[in-house]
């Protein structure tokens, strides 16, 4: 799957994008986030604060108990602040 | 019609408005620029870095452009919007909104641009002298 990073998250994380393999026992947007915290401190900094993550799948916005199953490119990144 | 644009390119405010003001089947034009403050809580700004994520910014601000024409029966609308380093002064997004008639053309603006500020994915990093700071969600 290709994840992509934006704003703070990129930032600390410190890559815009990567590819990673699912695990089998992630399903949900939520595992996925609890799968990155658990990887490495970089996503634990970027990650751990859950209520200010948001997430689109395949570019549109998406709850934290979205099922991955069919997901190619999940986004991730701060509340937007556009306009 | 709809047009969206989302360009790195400075925009004129002046010349969108002109060329739209040359369509004459509406009655009323509303039309909204966000610029870029001098001086926000932080202190005084010498940059705006807007990043981007440009597929879903672009097809979130189309469907918000066609629903706004759906609802309020627009007879024109066009969003730009730029990502990249802004300076001071300069424009960063507008929003045309023409009607037969005003109170469709305002309502429609504003739900144009409450829409983008919550669901368009950009991000804003304001720079100042010594220091970055990216800009937290108000809405």
Not at chain 1, 30 to 39: A, M, P, R, T
Not at chain 2, 46 to 73: D, G, P, S
Not at chain 2, 95 to 119: F, G
Request: aromatic content about 10%; proline content about 3%.
């Amino acid at each position: 799957m290709r994840v992509l990073y934006f704003a703070k998250v990129r930032e600390i994380i410190g890559l815009p994008e990567e590819n990673i393999d699912l695990p089998s026992n992630v399903q949900t947007v939520e595992d996925f986030l609890d799968y990155l915290i658990s990887k490495e401190n970089k996503y634990d900094l970027a990650l751990s604060n859950k209520e200010t993550i948001h997430i689109a799948c395949d570019e549109n916005h998406v709850d934290k108990d979205f099922i991955l199953k069919n997901t190619k490119e999940i986004a991730i990144f701060p509340p937007v602040t556009g306009g | 019609m709809i047009t969206v644009k989302i360009q790195k390119e400075k925009f004129s405010p002046q010349k969108i408005l002109k060329s739209a003001e040359k369509d004459k089947r509406y009655g009323a034009l509303v039309s909204f620029i966000g610029s870029v403050r001098e001086e926000t809580n932080n202190g005084k700004v010498k940059k705006l870095f807007i990043e981007h994520y440009k597929n879903m910014a672009e097809r979130i601000i189309y469907k918000t452009a066609l629903n706004a024409e759906k609802k309020w029966n627009l007879d024109y609308c066009y969003i730009i919007h730029r990502y990249g380093t802004l300076k001071a002064g300069e424009s960063i997004v507008m929003v045309i909104t023409c009607s037969k008639h005003r109170k469709e053309a305002y309502a429609a603006n504003q739900y144009i641009i409450d829409w983008l500020k919550i669901n368009a994915p950009f991000w804003k990093k304001e720079i100042f002298e010594n220091k970055s700071k990216w800009v937290e969600q108000t809405l």
